[in-house]
C-alpha cells in the first residue's frame, strides 16, 4: 500500500490527467448515446407517420357517400383533404383545379392543413401558407371553432395579412398568440364539428372520378 501511495506521488499529474479523461470519455459517450437514441426516435417517428400517411391514402383514394357517411371519423378531415390534394396534384395548373373545387371541399382542405399547425405552433400555418389558403381557413375557423379561441386566431391571422397595411409580425405577440391557442385544447372539438359538417355535405366531397 506504501508502495503505491509513493508510486502516486511520483505520478499525481500523470493520475489527474487521467482521470479527467475518463471524465470526458465517460461524458462523450453518454452524449453520443443519447445522441444515438434521439435518432433512433425520430426515425421511428418519420416511418411511423410515412405509415400512417399511406394508410390515409390507400383508405380514403375513393370516397362515396355511404363511406362518408359510415366513417367513424378519427381520420375523415385528413382523408378528405389527401383525397383533394391527389386529384389537384393530378392537373396542369393546381391553383386553377383549387378555384374549381366546391366551397366545402375548399374549407375542409384548408381547414386541415390549419389543425396539422394548430397542434404545435398555429402562426406556422399563416407564415407558410399565402391567399387563397389562409382566408378560406379562417372562414373554417370561424364555423369550427369557439369564439374566444377565434379572437386569438383572426389576431394571428392580421397579423400575416399582406393586404393589412397595419399588419406586423412582433415575435413576442406571436408566441403569445401561439402559446393562448394550444392551451385552449380546442382541436378536438374542433374536429368533431368539422366531421359533422362532411357528413352533412357528403355529397359535396364526391369527384367524378371517385
Do not use: W
Not at 500500500?1 to 509513493?6: G, H, K, P
Not at 475518463?22 to 459517450?29: E, K, P, Q, W
Not at 437514441?37 to 426515425?43: F, G, T
Not at 366546391?102 to 398555429?122: G, Q, R
Amino acid at each position: 500500500m506504501e508502495a503505491f501511495i509513493e508510486y502516486f506521488k511520483q505520478y499525481k499529474i500523470l493520475f489527474i490527467i487521467l482521470f479527467v479523461l475518463l471524465i470526458i470519455l465517460v461524458v462523450v459517450y453518454s452524449k453520443m448515446g443519447k445522441s444515438m437514441s434521439r435518432r433512433k426516435a425520430e426515425k421511428e417517428k418519420l416511418i411511423k407517420k410515412l405509415d400512417h400517411m399511406k394508410k390515409i391514402r390507400e383508405d380514403y383514394a375513393s370516397l362515396t357517400e355511404e363511406k362518408i357517411l359510415s366513417d367513424d371519423g378519427e381520420n375523415l378531415i385528413e382523408g378528405i383533404a389527401d383525397n383533394i390534394q391527389v386529384r389537384l396534384e393530378k392537373t396542369e395548373d393546381m391553383n386553377s383545379s383549387f378555384e374549381k373545387l366546391s366551397e366545402e371541399e375548399k374549407m375542409i382542405y384548408a381547414f386541415h392543413y390549419f389543425l396539422d399547425e394548430a397542434s404545435a405552433k398555429p402562426s406556422s400555418f399563416f407564415r407558410d401558407f399565402t391567399k387563397p389558403l389562409t382566408p378560406i381557413a379562417l372562414s373554417a375557423c370561424e364555423k369550427f371553432i369557439r369564439k374566444e379561441v377565434l379572437i386569438s386566431v383572426k389576431e394571428l391571422y392580421d397579423c400575416y395579412d399582406e393586404d393589412n397595411e397595419t399588419a406586423s409580425v412582433i415575435p413576442e405577440k406571436i408566441n403569445a398568440l401561439d402559446e393562448k391557442i394550444t392551451a385552449s385544447d380546442f382541436i378536438a372539438e374542433a374536429k368533431e364539428k368539422a366531421v359533422k359538417y362532411i357528413k352533412e355535405n357528403a355529397s359535396c366531397f364526391i369527384a367524378e372520378n371517385s
